[in-house]
């Protein structure tokens, strides 16, 4: 029990993260790799503000419009200089690195004993039988929110001018709409999601740690594959809500994994094969239907 309950725990952690990625890589069909330094970016600013005594709560926000920030200097960098995207994404990534450093002043910081969102005093007092629950709750609460915000956005005139970018730039050229505009509103919105991710994952975990962010990008591709792909084909569910259950599957594969036997120091290993058998097992399904077409 107590290992299902750390899966969904991480599962919808993580989710918010692919969610962002969701929208750089299914929607922009842009390969975002600011995403493995805006999550760490989250995390160390929360990190700093909560061992300042600063309210939990304000982090959330903060490391939103932080990430939101990055991910138009992605998207201006890609713009506006001409860099080709996966460039883009590496210069930010790459200089993040020294800004998460600056920012949280040392490669870790921990926050054991401090005031966070999942130890405070209204939290503490719920009733015995719901504070068991207290840190799966809140995050089923912010994935929630998040979820249905990304919903009712991409239901919007902007979402969808965004979603039209993806699938065919000519007609949001054709509306007279600037169509990097639109790319920078996405790269800020996908990578303000990857940093409140961050921000959950450190109040959840207590510390920052400056490599923390290593495979993200990996991780929130994989949570995106497993959840569209599987199901693809279940018109009920939206897609957001596809990549929220991918995520838990794919942290579900993950404990199974170190469960058998696998070390901790494995788990990079671990994300590695599974990603590759995802990647592998989607474009064989693909082979198929164009086979079957």
Not at 51 to 76: D, H, K, Q, Y
Not at 262 to 272: H, N, Q, R, V, Y
């Amino acid at each position: 029990m107590v290992l299902f309950i750390s899966v969904l725990e991480q599962g919808m952690i993580y989710a918010i993260m692919a969610l962002g990625v969701y929208i750089t890589y299914k929607i922009l069909d842009f390969p975002d790799l600011t995403v493995d330094g805006s999550f760490p970016m989250g995390a160390a600013i929360t990190a700093v503000m909560i061992s300042r005594g600063i309210n939990p709560l304000l982090t959330l926000p903060v490391c939103f419009l932080a990430g939101a920030a990055v991910g138009m200097l992605t998207g201006l960098i890609h713009v506006k200089l001409k860099v080709r995207d996966l460039l883009s994404g590496i210069i930010m990534m790459t200089a993040l690195y020294t800004v998460n450093l600056r920012i949280a002043g040392r490669a870790n910081l921990p926050i054991y004993n401090k005031t966070t969102i999942f130890d405070n005093d209204i939290v503490n007092g719920m009733p015995g039988g719901i504070a068991d629950y207290r840190a799966i709750l809140i995050i089923f609460a912010i994935t929630l929110v998040s979820k249905y915000l990304l919903d009712w956005y991409l239901g919007t005139k902007s979402g969808m001018l965004l979603r039209a970018v993806g699938d065919n730039d000519r007609i949001i050229t054709s509306l007279s709409v600037d169509k990097g505009l639109v790319k920078i509103v996405g790269l800020a919105i996908a990578n303000g999601l990857v940093a409140l991710s961050g921000c959950i994952f450190a109040q959840q975990q207590r510390y920052f740690d400056v490599s923390m962010g290593t495979g993200t990008v990996v991780i929130g591709l994989a949570s995106v594959i497993i959840g569209t792909s599987l199901f693809k084909k279940i018109t009920v569910l939206r897609v957001t809500s596809s990549v929220v259950i991918g995520s838990v599957l794919y942290k579900g594969c993950v404990a199974l994994a170190i469960s058998l036997g696998f070390e901790s120091t494995d788990l990079k290993m671990i994300t590695a094969v599974l990603f590759l058998a995802i990647l592998v097992l989607g474009m064989e399904r693909k082979r198929r239907v164009k086979v079957d077409a």
